[in-house]
């Protein structure tokens, strides 16, 4: 252990890759992955009293866009400094930063904007006189150097810049020594081939840099697993352990690293749930969110709609469609294009189809050893519970664990009072032909038709109920009767959009189920407005954080471990359940047997995700059609082109249950439009059409 690790207690510090204004999932430094928004991300670190965060910005230019403007978290301008601006307000721990820093101003103005270190890489190799003149200015204590390296075929390392592309001939403990002597503080270490591919450090590298240098030397790359951290520092020597991706994989990742960690025989600083400095569910200024809902209501009743003013046109983007399937570059879902034009959806899809019979069996194992761990000793409990719709995916589902694994589930819905006549036969059916216990959760009519309305005038979404009870209803049933696995279906945004790999087997997070499903809008949002109450809200209250750790709750996606194909299970559970798909069409997409169980998500909600970026439901299934070879891209542009505009005749049914007129309705959504893709022509909307 080098003599770095006597001066501190060794940290464990997670590291966010921010491309073009959003959290990136890397691998190899070439394939990255949208995550999410930074300032959503950060917020949920500090929940978790994170020793360090490390925030590398590795855009190739100075642009930063969220692309959605439903969300209430955001930031002024397109720049970094604009991000990091924002970052800081929820950022309660000590934050590095890189990316692009080339001049002492450039350090200057980062620390001015809340970073308490800043790294550099590429200048560093460039100017080594940059690490003495940075160092002599702002004090070794905030001048990291990033240090990325390769090992080459015959075992010898090389340290490589320009996101791993540029070899420099230098040797890494060389460099790492020359830094040292120049002023660095700190080494950032980072392997580039063990980047994203979950085999843990390679510890040679670590503990070869580690014993060449006095100051601190922090690990990253490889990790995999919570188990991967410990050797960086009890074999390696590293002073501190970092890794990128696997903190986005999964639930309250942070503390059970840390105390993997420290089970291991790391000192590192005890795990604690929970910070005074803010609470997890956001906390909104009311009086500006009343200011902010009383501009739009005005916008609508004066048709001073943004994205058709003038300066709107500043903020257009070319959208480009993927040259595989038909996912646009702006949309609804967190999307990446790789540099021959294809989305990662379909990158993702494509190893999904590579992946032997053979390793599929061993991911079946995988899941039963997991059921194993949850299953009721003493029949006191149910052993799981499953998430279900009572659609074809849910069928499914219950099908595997009961039928096929032999595992006793508890089913748990959660009822939005939108069924199709089909959809409520089939979730009624299920427990029946099961035979299994089934919770139905059921919220006050009176309070759905208000967060109908409010929901669709804050955030264009009348659905979020629907978004966020389902993601929050079954783990608190979970955490309620003390059964710590929830299964769910597919990961939804890693199928559609390649948001994960397939490697990665992401989990339930309440990040996630806050910042995409809930549009970044928790229960508490709602509290006062049009007379709801706390208590009116029980069913959309998550789980604490002290009651997921106590119990170790897990929630994970079948779809990581069993092969999954919706059309095939479609097939599957018509012939062996009698599963109902609609004999009437839906006006907004081909297909028949997709959500059942709400007839506003193929209908108008949907229409207003085509308000909001000019494409719908039908292309998020054409999307998995062709990747699946149901179709081509050829058919599905034409489905595309005849289904996503359409509005559908779903809406009077709302608009009877919540009392709107159509003419409010329009108004309201056109305050949506996102100025990214929506133009005024003639007092018309337009937009650049798919080809």
């Known amino acids: 252990m080098s003599n770095s690790t006597n001066i501190a207690r060794p940290r464990l510090v997670p590291v966010l890759l921010l491309k073009n204004g959003l959290i990136v999932r890397s691998h190899a430094f070439t394939t990255h992955q949208v995550i999410g928004n930074p300032m959503a991300t950060v917020r949920r670190l500090s929940n978790w009293n994170v020793d360090e965060l490390v925030l590398l910005d590795i855009s190739e230019n100075n642009f930063h866009d969220l692309r959605r403007d439903d969300f209430p978290v955001s930031y002024r301008g397109t720049g970094l400094l604009d991000v990091l601006h924002e970052v800081a307000k929820v950022c309660f721990m000590p934050l590095s930063i890189g990316g692009r820093i080339r001049t002492l101003d450039d350090i200057s103005l980062r620390l001015a904007h809340g970073a308490d270190k800043c790294i550099i890489n590429s200048e560093a190799v460039r100017n080594p006189g940059f690490i003495r003149e940075a160092a002599e200015r702002f004090g070794s204590q905030c001048i990291v150097v990033s240090i990325d390296v390769k090992r080459h075929a015959d075992g010898s390392l090389e340290v490589f810049t320009g996101d791993g592309k540029i070899p420099t001939g230098k040797n890494p403990a060389d460099w790492a020594r020359e830094a040292a002597a120049l002023g660095a503080g700190e080494i950032f270490l980072n392997s580039i081939d063990r980047d994203g591919v979950a085999s843990g450090y390679d510890i040679d590298l670590v503990r070869t840099v580690s014993s060449a240098v006095k100051i601190p030397v922090v690990a990253c790359g490889g990790v995999g697993s919570y188990a991967d951290f410990a050797p960086g520092v009890l074999e390696g020597g590293a002073a501190a352990v970092a890794a990128a991706n696997i903190f986005h994989f999964f639930e309250i990742s942070y503390p059970l690293a840390k105390q993997a960690c420290i089970d291991a025989g790391v000192p590192m600083r005890g795990v604690r749930l929970g910070t005074q400095w ?119 589902q219950t099908h595997m664990i009961k039928n096929v694994l032999g595992f006793n589930p508890l089913l748990v819905t959660y009822d939005g009072n939108n069924w199709t006549p089909t959809g409520w036969r089939n979730m009624l059916r299920m427990s029946e032909v099961f035979g299994v216990d089934h919770i139905i959760v059921r919220p006050s009519v009176q309070v759905l038709k208000k967060l109908n309305r409010l929901a669709f005038k804050v955030m264009g979404d009348m659905n979020w109920h629907a978004h966020v009870g389902i993601n929050t209803a079954p783990v608190r049933v979970a955490a309620q009767h003390k059964i710590p696995l929830v299964i769910w279906g597919e990961h939804g945004y890693m199928d559609l959009s390649g948001q994960f790999s397939m490697n990665d087997f992401p989990e339930m997070s309440y990040r996630q189920r806050l910042e995409h499903f809930g549009r970044g809008y928790e229960w508490n949002y709602f509290v006062g407005r049009e007379g709801l109450t706390a208590s009116d809200l029980i069913p959309y209250q998550y789980p604490t954080d002290e009651e997921i750790f106590n119990l170790n709750l897990r929630g994970i996606y079948i779809g990581n471990y069993v092969y999954w194909e919706a059309n095939d299970h479609t097939k599957m559970v018509i012939d062996r359940y009698g599963f109902e798909v609609s004999n ?49 891209r050829d058919d599905a542009v034409a489905l595309v082109k005849r289904y996503d505009p359409v509005k559908s ?41 798919i080809a």
């Open 278 to 396: 803010q609470r997890r569910e956001p906390t909104y200024d009311v009086a500006a969110e009343d200011k902010r809902l009383e501009e739009r209501l005005r916008q609508a009743k004066e048709r001073d709609f943004p994205a058709a003013r003038p300066e709107a046109a500043n903020r257009r983007r070319e959208i480009r469609w993927c040259s595989r399937c038909v996912y646009p570059s702006i949309g609804a879902a967190p999307m990446a294009f790789d540099e021959d034009g294809v989305c990662m959806g379909c990158r993702m899809s494509q190893i999904k189809k590579e992946i032997p019979t053979a390793e599929w069996d061993k991911r079946k194992q995988a899941l039963i050893r997991i059921l194993e761990q949850g299953r009721s000793k003493d029949g006191s409990r149910h052993d799981c519970v499953i998430a279900v719709s009572g659609g074809k995916d849910s069928y499914f």
């Open 584 to 632: 009437i069409p839906f006006d907004r997409t081909y297909r028949r047997m997709s959500n059942l169980d709400d007839m506003h998500e193929n209908g108008i909600h949907d229409y207003l995700k085509w308000i909001k970026f000019g494409y719908g439901r039908c292309t998020d299934h054409a999307c998995k059609d062709i990747r699946s070879g149901q179709i081509t």
């Open 649 to 689: 005749s779903d809406l009077k049914r709302w608009l009877d249950y919540v009392g709107m007129t159509e003419v409010e309705f329009d108004t309201i959504a056109d305050t949506f439009r996102d100025p990214r893709v929506w133009r005024m022509e003639s007092g018309v909307w337009a937009k650049t059409e």
